[in-house]
């Protein structure tokens, strides 16, 4: 499995910008996707995923803030973030969890929030 984010940029705070997640490859094998995001100086935290049956989980930090979603085919994944922070500021990760218990990271893309 091969996961592609994009979508990051630079926007001013209370902005918003919609992150993709495109999965390739052995999908059906995917049980769930996944956003972490990486700031500066700080681990990789757990920012919001869906499963193949619809069900989603946020942070705290990013509840009613940002929504997770995916297409009709499911093999992409969209993270729609509004009302952005400085602190979301970040390199955000996309992470199939496979059904084997493995797990495939995609290539991050840089948020970068400006106050």
């Known amino acids: 499995v091969q996961l592609q984010a994009s979508g990051g940029g630079l926007v001013q705070a209370g902005g918003s910008l919609r992150l993709s997640c495109v999965a390739s490859g052995t999908t059906r094998s995917i049980k769930a996707i996944n956003w972490y995001r990486q700031g500066p100086g700080k681990e990789r935290e757990f920012v919001a995923s869906?499963?193949?049956?619809?069900?989603?989980n946020y942070a705290n930090s990013v509840m009613g803030r940002f929504t997770i979603s995916r297409d009709g085919g499911g093999n992409t994944v969209y993270l729609q973030m509004n009302a952005l922070e400085a602190t979301d500021t970040a390199v955000y990760y996309c992470?199939?969890?496979?059904?084997?218990?493995?797990?495939?990271w995609g290539q991050g893309t840089q948020v970068t929030v400006s106050s």
């Open positions: 869906i499963s193949k049956d619809g069900t989603t």
């Open positions: 992470h199939g969890r496979l059904r084997t218990g493995q797990g495939s």
